[in-house]
């Protein structure tokens, strides 16, 4: 068991209610594998854009079948 350690479950859209944690806020895990396709991939890209703005975020995890599907597909960019 880690004490100083807190969870808390939430609708990702539900800023306001991620707000209410104050300051303290610093990691997140989103589930979004039930959605799937271009839109769920584009839904993922605003959430994080979203909580990266609002919070000071170590790290935010997701769990997304459109956005490995994404990864897949992906080249990285070289200047």
Known sequence: MRPAIRFETLDVYDVRKALS???SFN???IDVSGLS???STLDVLALLNMYASVFA???IVVKSGALKDLGKRVVAWKG
Do not use: H, L, S
């Open 21 to 23: 944690f104050g300051g």
């Open 57 to 59: 975020m170590e790290v």
């Open 37 to 39: 396709g271009y839109r």
């Open 27 to 29: 990691k997140m895990y």
